[in-house]
C-alpha cells in the first residue's frame, strides 16, 4: 500500500508561480519514478512531467517545457513541480502518480498509484 498526497495548489495570478509537492508514504518496496498529470473538466489527464527514481531522467510536456521543473528529494520521498510563468491554461486538477520501477514513462496506464489532487487555478 502507496499512499500519495499532493499538496501546493491554490490560485495565483498569470505570470505567478507555485509549487507543488507529491509525499508518498506506505509500503515503499523499491525504486519509483514519478509522474504529474492534470485534468479539466471533460478532458483526460494529459501528461505535464515526469522523473525517473534518481532524479537522473526528467520529461515534459510540450506546453510546460522551459517553465515548469520537475525534482524529488528521495530521503523525504517526496517530488516537486516547480511552475514558473503560470498561464490560465495551467488551470487544472494536479495529480501526481508513481510507478514501480526506475524509468519514467508519460502515460498515465504505465502508473500504479495515484493521489487525490491538488487545484491549480490561474486567473488573469
Known amino acids: 500500500q502507496v ?3 499532493e499538496s501546493g495548489g491554490g490560485l495565483v495570478q498569470t505570470g505567478g508561480s507555485l509549487r507543488l509537492s ?3 508514504s506506505g509500503r515503499i518496496i523499491g525504486p519509483y519514478a514519478t ?3 492534470r485534468q479539466t473538466p471533460g478532458k483526460g489527464r494529459d501528461f505535464v512531467a515526469a522523473i525517473s527514481s534518481s ?3 526528467t520529461n515534459y510536456g510540450d506546453s510546460v ?3 515548469f521543473t520537475i525534482s524529488r528529494d528521495n530521503a523525504k ?3 516537486y513541480l516547480q511552475m514558473n510563468s503560470l498561464k490560465p491554461e495551467d488551470t487544472a486538477v494536479y495529480y501526481c502518480a508513481a510507478k514501480w520501477g526506475s524509468i519514467l514513462e508519460r502515460t498515465t496506464g504505465a502508473y500504479n498509484y495515484w493521489g487525490q489532487g491538488t ?3 490561474v486567473s488573469s
Request: net charge positive; proline share 0%.
Open 22 to 24: 507529491c509525499a508518498a
Open 55 to 57: 532524479g537522473s531522467d
Open 119 to 121: 487545484q491549480v487555478t
Open 65 to 67: 517545457k522551459g517553465r
Open 35 to 37: 509522474g504529474w498529470f
Open 3 to 5: 499512499q500519495l498526497v
Open 77 to 79: 520521498n517526496t517530488v
